[in-house]
C-alpha cells in the first residue's frame, strides 16, 4: 500500500457499498465519506440505507441492491454513471455466516453462501471493471473474513465462500498488476458487529454463560485477544481504496497485519 494513484482533478472519487445498511458496511461508508468520497449506500432494505445516507449529507445516496440479482446487478454501472458518473471505488461488503456440522450442510446451505459471500461480489467486480479498465482507474476491494485464510470447525460451507473469494481476489489482482486498477481484500476474524451479537446470544442460550462471559469467548478466539471494531476494518477498506489497491489486509484484534 503506497503513494496514492492520482484521482481525476474535477471530481470526488464516487465509492459503492453493498451491504451497508449496519455494521462494518455502515463504517465503511461513513469512513469513505469522511475519506472525501461520495458515498453510494446500498443494502437490500432502502428504509436503513436512506437513514445513514441522510446522516452522512451531500454526497451520500442510498440505493436498494440485492447483490443476488444478475440482471440488476449487470444494469448497475450504467445506472450509476447516469446519475453520479463512473464508479471509482467498489467495496463488496454483503454477505452471509451460517453454521452447521460436516454432515448437516447441505446442499442448499452452499449454494446460498457461495452465491452470497462469491458469486454476488465476483459479479459485482465483473460489470464495473470494463469501465475501470477503460479509464486505467479503480479500486475493488472485498470485506472477507479470516475464514479467507484459514478452516473453522461447524463452518465448511462459509470458509469455502470465503476463500473462494480471497482466491478470486489474489487472481484478479494479478492480472491487473501494472494497471491504475487495483483488487484486495481486508479479513478481519471476530468484530463487534449486530451479526456477532446474535453469536453471543446463540452461546448464552447454548450454555449459560452470561453475556459478558460470551462475548470473552469470542475476544479471546482472537489472535489479538480482543474484538475488532469495525472502524478498523473500514480505515483498512479506506487505506486499500487510496492507496494501490492491492494486498490481503489481516485484522485478528493486533495491529493490521498486510499477508500479500
Known sequence: MSTPPAQPSHRQPLALVTGASQGIGAAVARALHAAGARVVVSARRLGPCESLAEELGEGAHALSLDVTDAVAVAALPARLEAEHGPLDWLVNNAGAATSAPLGKSDEALYQRLMELNFHAARRLAGAFLPGMRERDHGRIVAVASSAGLVGYPYVAAYCASKHALIGYTRAAAAETDKTG????????????????????????????????????????????????????????????????????????????????
Open 181 to 260: 486498477v487495483g483488487f484486495g481484500a481486508v479479513c478481519p476474524h471476530y468484530v463487534d458487529t449486530p451479526l456477532l451479537a446474535a453469536s453471543i446470544d446463540n452461546l448464552v442460550a447454548k450454555t449459560g454463560k452470561t453475556r459478558d462471559e460470551a462475548r470473552a469467548f469470542f475476544a479471546d478466539q482472537n489472535p489479538g485477544g480482543r474484538l475488532v471494531a469495525p472502524a478498523e476494518v473500514a480505515a483498512a477498506v479506506v487505506e486499500l481504496c487510496q492507496a494501490t489497491g492491492r494486498g490481503i489486509v489481516e485484522l485478528d484484534g493486533g495491529p493490521a497485519r498486510l499477508v500479500d
